[in-house]
């Protein structure tokens, strides 16, 4: 089995910064690319993040985040072979959601369960 878990969510004034971790454990498998979803309520999930986890590709971001949120991936170095970032910053009320990760992998896309992020104005 492969777990993932979020941490790092808050809440937080508008125009503050998070960051929200990452990390998946569990059966190696090989990972194809990690990103991040929220769901506002009311609202279906939608893509927020996501890098590959091999290669120099850029990161793919939903246009309401671009030039405020980051995605990047742990150091293998530090043992974070499989953790991936979320920077935010310049946060607004609009990205009040629940925040989940996704790890997709050869054997499949796994979910975190989930960090909740507030913004308030």
């Known amino acids: 089995q492969v777990q993932v878990e979020e941490s790092g969510g808050g809440s937080v004034q508008a125009g503050e910064s998070l960051r929200l971790a990452c990390s998946a454990s569990?059966?190696?498998?090989?990972?194809?690319?990690m990103a991040w979803h929220r769901q506002a309520p009311g609202n279906e999930r939608e893509l927020v993040a996501s890098?590959?986890?091999?290669?120099?590709?850029?990161?793919?971001?939903?246009?309401s985040v671009k030039g405020r949120f980051t995605i990047s991936r742990g150091n293998p170095r530090l043992n974070t072979k499989s953790t991936v970032y979320l920077q935010m910053n310049d946060l607004k009320p609009e990205d009040t959601a629940i925040y989940y990760c996704r790890l997709h992998g050869r054997t499949g896309d796994y979910w975190g369960q989930g960090t909740q992020v507030t913004i308030s104005s």
């Open positions: 890098i590959r986890w091999a290669g120099n590709e850029a990161p793919v971001y939903a246009d």
């Open positions: 569990g059966r190696a498998i090989a990972v194809y690319a």
